[in-house]
């Protein structure tokens, strides 16, 4: 992906993780995604801005790396950030064979579920977690839009005290919010949204769980999270553990603390970060691909 379209502003991620894979004698193939390079076509977009046109492409790269002559294509590590380590991990079910794949803030469950979740229950989650809902299912609004440090980055266009005043109740609150995520879901599967067009949230939707995935693979996996990451918070990547050990995968998971969903720290007044990635991070992520691939 390109590095200069990542991360907040000039963040250099992608370009972050070549630095580290390369300063470690490691060959390192990148390659931008449709997202970047596909044509809009001023509207829902082509059939080929699909998600499985983005595993096309990761299958394509790892297949000519696997070819290079200075390259050991029994050492071909997969990596995925994100909505990548989806990519990745359906990319590795296509090539067959021993896999080894490194996957960062991974997300597990089938997408509807998880996608939901990303936009409706974990609003009402961290109400409830933060301390927000008080005796009598009262949610206090006030002192919710006062929190910018727990909602930031996911959360910035609070509005609902101008809704519905100061407190509201939380039954009614869960309707609302999950009325506007259907209404959300119906437009972006039908003509898409400022992220995607229809044809890659319709393809999205239909793939499998990505945990349910490692039922059809053999290899290794290493697997790193942050503690502080709520878009794909750590209960994702331990499923993903369980389930490769389940399936008689070798998987190592790391969560590592203090860290947000790409792996940096918050800033100085305490609002969550996207990168640039936390330098300990790159080394043990790193180390971890090391020990997995065998080299030296």
Known sequence: MDAAATGNGPVQLFADL?????????????FDSIFLTRPRDGGPGSPRFTFGAMVDDAVRVAEQAASHPYVDSSRVCLLGVSMGTEVALAAAERLGGVS?????APSADTRPFFQRWMGA???????VSAGYVGPG????????????AGRSGWWDDFDLVERFGETVDLEQLRA????????????????????????FWQDWYAQPAPHHRLARLAGALTIHVGA?????????????HSAARAHGLRSELTVHPGLGHLMSARNA????????????????LVDAIVAMTGTD
């Open 137 to 148: 299912a009262s949610v206090d609004l006030v002192a919710a839009s006062r929190d910018v």
């Open 228 to 240: 502080e990451d709520w878009t794909t918070p750590p209960r994702h990547a331990w499923l993903l």
């Open 176 to 199: 609302e919010i999950i009325l506007e995520y259907d209404e959300w879901e119906r437009r972006a599967q039908t003509s898409g949204d400022e992220a995607a067009p229809a044809s």
């Open 18 to 30: 070549r630095d580290a894979c390369t300063a470690a004698g490691l060959a390192a193939a990148t």
């Open 100 to 104: 080894r794949l490194a996957l960062v």
């Open 121 to 127: 229950d974990r609003r009402l989650e961290w109400l």
């Open 269 to 284: 007044d305490g609002l969550r970060t996207y990168g640039p990635f936390d330098p300990d991070f790159c080394r043990v």
